[in-house]
């Protein structure tokens, strides 16, 4: 069975500081880790993915995250936050590709002026 | 444009009344899903389908069915809709590059 947990429903971040989101999970296969975003009144979209090769995934936006096996987390992060970051952030778990993947509560991430 | 295309956008519509929310891909892609999405419970899985021809019950499937005559499309049926189906739904597709997601449907059932 495969479950993923997110730490916090909301983090507020000023404008140009770190953004971390954070996500455990648990697995009884190697996983297949991912982050999505949705904007206000959009579906989600993908900003990375982690299938089994570098632990170090960057995507789109500036956004990274660093698949780490001993502490069974995925954490997210970005340098310098943007006004345009403000949005839900939803870690997912899946045993294979994008097969039936689990999808963690949501972080919503607000970002101050 | 690659993608999910949902329609309605959005509907009001009366309880006990059926309705069927239609989902269509362009990707080819196998598997096809249908979630609800509301305040504090994130994305609830309803239905899925492998593959044309064959679905299966998610989380949530009570007061749901769904249909998959052919790889592009995947509607979802309510067929008497209750106060309690109000939610944002979500029809989306996977490949090897995760998911696709549509734009979503927001449903009120009064």
């Known amino acids: 069975a495969q479950s993923v947990t997110q730490l916090g429903s909301h983090v507020s971040v000023s404008e140009g500081a770190l953004v971390l989101l954070r996500c455990n999970y648990s697995s009884s296969v190697p996983p297949y880790l991912f982050w999505y975003v949705q904007y206000p009144n959009q579906g989600l979209q993908l900003l990375l993915k982690?299938?089994?090769?570098?632990?170090l995934v960057k995507g789109i936006n500036g956004f990274e995250a660093e698949f780490k096996k001993s502490e069974t987390s995925f954490h997210l992060t970005k340098p310098s936050a943007h006004m345009r970051d403000a949005a839900e952030y939803f870690c997912a778990v899946s045993s294979g590709g994008g097969f039936k993947t689990i999808f963690g509560a949501g972080t919503r991430l607000f970002v101050k002026a | 444009i690659a993608g999910i295309t949902q329609a309605p956008t959005s509907q009001i519509l009366a309880a006990g009344r059926r309705m069927t929310l239609r989902c269509t891909q362009d990707m080819r892609h196998n598997a096809m899903y249908w979630y609800r999405q509301d305040l504090g419970l994130g994305l609830r899985l309803i239905h899925y389908s492998n593959t044309a021809g064959t679905t299966g019950k998610g989380e949530v499937p009570d007061g749901y069915s769904v249909s998959r005559a052919n790889t592009d499309d995947f509607p979802l049926t309510l067929a008497s809709a209750v106060p309690s189906q109000t939610s944002v739904y979500f029809c989306?597709?996977?490949?090897?590059?995760?998911?696709?997601f549509g734009s979503g449907t927001r449903l009120t059932v009064v």
């Open positions: 989306a597709s996977s490949g090897v590059d995760g998911y696709t």
């Open positions: 982690y299938t089994s090769a570098a632990t």
